[in-house]
């Protein structure tokens, strides 16, 4: 069996938004009136993966938003985990992939090759048309580290 193995730049948001939201607010007593408050989309390969909503207004989710995105990413949300079974794995890109390679060496996170001993499983990693072409500069992501599994959807 082979384990998909997420690319080295991956994060778990590759776009994030803030938006403000506009509502009308209507009552007896203090008056009719728009307010706005702002919302935080999170995406990732295309596809909103997470809103967090309920700020004041723009400052206060800008100032709020890292706390509140570490909190977000971990555990991974589902929606992350859902769309990288198709997607491409380069980061940013949001097309499904459509071939399966091999990583015959794995790396470190410094970049050495490990041994094989300090390694028993298959890896893959998967790619649109547009991005299974690696180039040379990299050890582990690059073209000569893979070998193709199948040339398929990606399951």
Same mark, same amino acid.
């Given at each position: ?5 997420r690319h ?5 948001f ?23 408050? !702002?919302? *935080? /989309?999170?995406?990732? +390969? ?12 723009? @400052? ?36 499904? !992939?459509? *071939? /399966?390679?091999?990583? +015959? ?12 001993q @300090?390694?028993s ?31 398929g959807?990606?399951?």
């Amino acid at each position: 069996m082979a384990w998909h193995k997420r690319h080295h730049d991956w994060e778990a948001f590759d776009k994030i938004e803030i938006v403000t939201v506009p509502r009308y607010k209507t009552s007896g007593l203090s008056g009719d009136e728009w307010r706005v408050s !702002a919302t *935080v /989309r999170c995406w990732f +390969k295309g596809v909103v993966v997470l809103e967090l909503g309920g700020f004041s207004d723009m @400052e206060t989710a800008r100032r709020m938003l890292d706390g509140k995105l570490l909190e977000a990413a971990f555990p991974i949300p589902d929606g992350v985990i859902a769309r990288e079974k198709t997607a491409c794995d380069q980061p940013g890109c949001g097309s499904d !992939a459509i *071939v /399966r390679l091999k990583l +015959k060496r794995l790396t470190s996170e410094r970049g050495e090759y490990l041994h094989e001993q @300090e390694h028993s499983s298959t890896c893959y990693r998967q790619f649109c048309d547009a991005h299974r072409e690696r180039g040379d500069c990299g050890r582990e992501d690059a073209d000569d580290n893979y070998e193709p599994i199948d040339t398929g959807g990606a399951s």
